[in-house]
């Protein structure tokens, strides 16, 4: 699966792979069919009727069915994949009024506005205060640099090297919001998303995204 | 079982003549919510509560009568126990009709309801006196009620099934040659449920040697033994130990009983042994190997073709699923394009794809992904068939699970075949179709659900349009899509290897350059 590393290619990616696959005679990919065989079997003799049987597939089907939320720190209990879109639509998706990224709890999300969009935060951070928490909820520990926090999730909460908290925001992704709103037709919630429009609020993200960029000095603690 | 031809023509007295409130109440239990019962009606065993050899028994009218209290029924089983009990100490005149009238009375109230008085009757010590009525020399009659018992016993919990353990020799030995066609099948019957029950009592009949006088039950033309020979060895060899199986396709002559059963118009007992098909292509590389070089695939795509009775299509659909999917000669050597006989199968799986059972409609799309999977001439063959339009239909429109499956196939069929460890090529003529077609929103949805299998078939079909769509179009149609939006999602999402995925894509085709030429 995992690929030598070519120049501007992806790390490993698992390419998709024209295989054929099999299945155990247990598996659950069958149970279906099995349960189906089984209630044929029996319908007859318990006179049974279609509705009766629909129903008995469905409570056995249910039972496999539950699963959890896949999302870091949620871990909610889904009862169908259906229920996925809803909830990560109604718990996942809290966006920045000002730069649009979207962040899958409130509490990451104010972390977020207060490191890129408040200059207070950056004042204190000048003047060294420890300012930066740690992501994990809990985890009570502030470091003095984006830096030294990402080295500390690493560390002590085995965070993958690659997470990047402050994604840079991809400058397409203004363009696709002047798109979206031309095209007029919205997938996402924008309940809680207020659309960049003003200069000066542009001004203010290049400005802190530029102290930011400055924070990321190797000698920063 | 008891759903034969020549019970069949008995089940119009029964349903007349039950009033409505004993089938109404019938119907409750049977959908009850509780879960033993449930269970129970999902467990691979079965009771037997019409006989077997068609005895003119006027117990079918009093079969109706379940109105009786629970108490009662059990109270009426220990006494039935202790009664038996006493006509096998007996020895005077007429001892062997009390011993078969004894016996009876306990068959009729353990054949009564769907929730016979198994535990009462194993509390009265039921099961020792049963092994005494098996003994070698005994009556015909007496063998046939004492493995009735046994069987209902056996159809019950897995602790009441285990309880059987003495009783297996002598059930297994009464299965050969010598034994009445009546009485051979009710053991069999008996052994089915007990193997039924799991892999622990399987192992103790494979190690008892039931499986070669079962498997001779089978090689008969015809006979409602046969019927039930298949069905207990299906439980019998379901392993996952694959040695059964592998074990009972070497038996002399089983290969080609099973190839004739296949052929006859008789539903159930090709219902039958398709299951037992089933296992042996699911667990044995020798199994499938033999059966390829036969007739059976060509007789099971006839039969998918010219049936209608669902519990026949599913073994044989998954018979032909397992075939392919095991052995890559089913696709190199007997389905290959050009020829009649994959014509067929194409068409029959369409059929299937177009039922309305889900089962068949899943099945069919996960047989059809490994045909899919073979060469690029398949490829080429299922892209321009009738299944690629229905394809596309359900990758917008069903349930989940079916999705994905829909969602192999048609992946496939933009890759070529994988040879190595490199970036496989793609088909591009078949990937700008599919996606010039629509498709690609139905796998950025799977690429938004919570399942991870999904999830990671919809961003490496992704790959495949951002890297494969003449002109650079690719990143462009994901965008329109809201495909970068699914795949930001993945930044906290708990699985690394997705999260991986989606960052790199996100990376290497929506850059900081992205967009900017607009």
Sequence with gaps: MAMDVEEKEQLGFPYWKSVRRTFGPESPFFASGNVERELIAKQVALDLTEDEKNKLQNLVAKECGVFFCPIVGCGSRLTSLEDFEDHYNAQHTASCSICSRVYPTSRLLSIHVSEAHDSFFQAKVARGYAMYECLVEGCSLKFKSYKSRQQHLVDKHKFTTSFEFFKKAHSSKKQRQKLQRKQGTHKREEASCMEVENESIDGLVSAVSKLIQRDKRPDAT | ?????????????????????????????????????????????????????????????????????????????????????????????????????????????????????????????????????????????????????????????????????????????????????SVSEQCAWALGNVAGEGEKLRNVLLSQGALLPLARMMLPNKGSTVRTAAWALSNLIKGPDPKAATELIRVDGLLDAIVRHLKKADDELTTEVAWVVVYLSALSNVATGMLVKTDVLQLLVERLATSNSLQLLIPVLRSLGNLVAGDPNTTHAVLVPGREITDHVIEVLVKCLNSENRVLKKEAAWVLSNIAAGSVEHKQLIYSSEAVPLLLRLLSTAPFDLRKEVAYVLGNLCVAPTEGDGKPNLICEHLVSLVGRGCLPGFIDLVRSADTEAARVGLQFMELVLRGMPHGEGPKLVEREDGIDAMERFQFHENEDLRNMANGLVDTYFGEDYGLDD
């Design chain 2, 1 to 181: 079982m008891a759903d034969e031809g020549l019970a069949a023509h008995r089940r119009e007295p029964i349903k007349s003549s039950v009033s409505n409130v004993a089938a109404h109440r019938r119907r409750k239990n049977a959908a009850t919510v509780g879960k033993e019962r449930r269970e129970s009606l999902v467990r691979a065993k079965r009771l037997c509560r019409v006989g077997i050899s068609g005895d003119t028994d006027v117990f079918l009218e009093n079969d109706m009568m379940i109105d009786e209290e629970q108490s009662i029924l059990e109270a009426q089983t220990s006494s039935a126990v202790e009664g038996l009990k006493s006509t096998v100490a007996y020895q005077g005149k007429g001892a062997m009709q009390k011993r078969v009238n004894a016996l009876r009375e306990l068959r009729r109230l353990l054949s009564r309801s769907e929730f016979p008085p198994v535990e009462a009757s194993l509390k009265a010590g039921a099961i020792p006196i049963l092994v005494q009525c098996l003994s070698f020399g005994s009556p015909d009659e007496q063998l046939l009620e004492a493995a009735w018992c046994l069987t209902n016993i056996a159809a019950g919990k897995p602790e009441e099934t285990e309880a059987l353990l003495p009783a297996l020799p002598l059930l297994i030995a009464h299965l050969g040659e010598r034994s009445s066609l």
